[in-house]
């Protein structure tokens, strides 16, 4: 028999705001002060209470264990906002079927070709740049993975415009979910100016993606790409009653993938581009594996097996700086986690950031070190230390599309150009938004091709 301890509340809970100030004020620091204060610790955000799980094995038996800790809480409420119940956030219950009927668009026969578009536009975006030029980081990763996602995702590029429109909407609703996940009811009801930004810009995604969804289905051809997979997919499950997506499940999902592969890969080539400048001896050997490897040429899907420390700096930037960095749960019902009985209903938290900080699993967590990755020199970090891509059945499905992504782009860049920074406000991580984006990252494109000898 298990004997239940209280959860501890974390101190410095104020009268009807609860932990909303520090929260606000500095959410990151926060989240790293909360192990010292136990494995599950009770945070209060204004009347709303969720526990926060702070110990990575614990954090693992919540992430494999998706019937008992389902996917709810405030996090998903939004999230389904504006994907619906897709992949990402649909409950236990959708998820195996769906699952099942998504998988083979994500086979490694498709990656490869999804490769060759990513290695495309990488070039066609690196092409543009002119040396000495300044270059908002993110806006130039956010249109790259813009346009491969719409590329890999229709096969065709949307008009600028279109496409402007789309990762204007992704910023938005990115925002809006934070925001919309600190408001209490009534608020998000209210037609206030940012929940009026975040439903137009959802609704303004789902317009574009439904207008591409009607030309596919009008000319019948299947393309190879994620929308014909989506349309043409069948359950092998004989037992299954809905054997087909329907055209509201295609449309979330394209919807939830448009938003995914842009956003957080993005953001994963920005930090690392910015972290690399900080490190210039680790950028000095970036430069010579690319020189080796690439000889010139972009990267490519065969060259990734040898880009090694290049894959290393992506794995450590996710690190430091996950994109999703607070996700919830709901228990389904009464269970006991860590010696602690949770009633159903109860709200958890989680958050790779925290667990990935952690300084009894990453020695010197706030330096960026690839070659923590490197098992030829040193034990590889805990299996459970690392959840970026989260774990068990509920494993992000793109988690090898944005990591070839993100290290295709990194090496195409490095091969060709040095991001110096330039004077300004210090980078700082916008903790507003539920992905992390490095806020104000401005650097100066330096040619490497004129810099080498011929």
């Given at each position: 028999?298990?004997?239940?301890?209280?959860?501890?509340?974390?101190?410095?809970?104020?009268?009807?705001?609860?932990?909303?100030?520090?929260?606000?004020?500095?959410?990151?620091?926060?989240?790293?002060?909360?192990?010292?204060?136990?494995?599950?610790?009770?945070?209060?955000?204004?009347?709303?209470?969720?526990?926060?799980?702070?110990?990575?094995?614990?954090?693992?038996?919540?992430?494999?264990?998706?019937r008992t800790f389902d996917r709810g809480g405030v996090?998903?409420?939004?999230?389904?906002?504006?994907?619906?119940?897709?992949?990402?956030?649909?409950?236990?219950?959708l998820h195996r079927r769906q699952r099942r009927l998504l998988q083979p668009a994500f086979h490694p026969t498709r990656l490869a070709r999804y490769a060759q578009t990513m290695t495309d536009q990488i070039v066609a975006?690196?092409?543009?740049?002119?040396?000495?030029?300044?270059?908002?980081?993110?806006?130039?990763?956010?249109?790259?993975?813009?346009?491969?996602?719409?590329?890999?995702?229709?096969?065709?590029?949307?008009?600028?415009p279109v496409l402007r429109q789309a990762i204007d909407d992704i910023k938005a609703i990115a925002q809006g979910t934070f925001q919309r996940m600190l408001m209490p009811p009534p608020l998000d009801r209210l037609p206030i100016p940012s929940n009026r930004r975040f439903h137009e810009a959802s609704a303004s995604l789902h317009?574009?993606?439904?207008?591409?969804?009607?030309?596919?289905?009008?000319?019948?051809?299947?393309?190879?790409?994620?929308?014909?997979?989506?349309?043409?997919?069948?359950?092998?499950?004989?037992?299954?009653?809905?054997?087909?997506?329907?055209?509201?499940?295609?449309?979330?999902h394209l919807v939830a993938f448009f938003f995914a592969g842009a956003e957080t890969t993005a953001d994963a080539v920005a930090w690392a581009l910015h972290l690399l400048a900080q490190h210039p001896d680790i950028e000095d050997r970036l430069h010579a594996e690319v020189d080796a490897v690439l000889q010139g040429a972009p990267a490519a899907h065969e060259h990734l097996p040898r880009l090694k420390l290049t894959s290393r700096c992506i794995t450590e930037t996710l690190r430091l700086w996950?994109?999703?960095?607070?996700?919830?749960?709901?228990?389904?019902?009464?269970?006991?986690?860590?010696?602690?009985?949770?009633?159903?209903?109860?709200?958890?938290?989680?958050?790779?950031?925290?667990?990935?900080?952690?300084p009894d699993l990453y020695p010197d967590p706030e330096r960026f070190d690839p070659d923590r990755w490197d098992s030829d020199q040193r034990p590889a970090p805990p299996?459970?230390?690392?959840?970026?891509?989260?774990?068990?059945?509920?494993?992000?499905?793109?988690d090898q599309f944005g990591m070839i992504e993100s290290t295709l782009?990194?090496?195409?860049?490095?091969?060709?150009?040095?991001?110096?920074p330039v004077p300004g406000p210090p980078v700082r991580p916008d903790t507003h938004n539920i992905v992390l984006q490095p806020r104000g990252l401005r650097m100066r494109a330096v040619s490497r091709t004129t810099q080498q000898p011929s």
């Open positions: 028999m298990i004997t239940a301890s209280p959860i501890a509340t974390v101190p410095g809970a104020l009268p009807l705001l609860g932990h909303l100030v520090p929260l606000a004020r500095d959410p990151l620091a926060f989240l790293r002060s909360l192990p010292a204060q136990g494995d599950l610790v009770r945070v209060c955000v204004g009347p709303f209470q969720a526990v926060m799980v702070c110990d990575p094995a614990l954090t693992r038996q919540v992430l494999l264990d998706d996090f998903y409420e939004r999230l389904r906002e504006v994907g619906g119940d897709s992949l990402g956030s649909c409950p236990h219950s975006m690196t092409d543009a740049w002119r040396d000495d030029q300044v270059l908002d980081v993110l806006a130039e990763m956010l249109a790259l993975t813009g346009r491969v996602t719409t590329m890999t995702l229709f096969s065709d590029a949307l008009p600028a317009r574009t993606v439904r207008s591409l969804m009607a030309e596919r289905r009008a000319s019948g051809t299947d393309h190879g790409d994620l929308l014909s997979a989506l349309l043409t997919a069948r359950d092998p499950d004989p037992a299954e009653t809905r054997p087909t997506l329907s055209d509201d499940e295609i449309a979330d996950p994109p999703g960095w607070l996700l919830t749960r709901t228990v389904t019902v009464d269970t006991h986690l860590g010696g602690h009985l949770l009633p159903a209903g109860t709200t958890l938290l989680y958050s790779a950031y925290l667990i990935q900080h952690r299996r459970d230390a690392f959840i970026v891509f989260g774990g068990g059945p509920r494993k992000c499905i793109g782009a990194l090496a195409t860049i490095a091969s060709r150009w040095k991001l110096r």
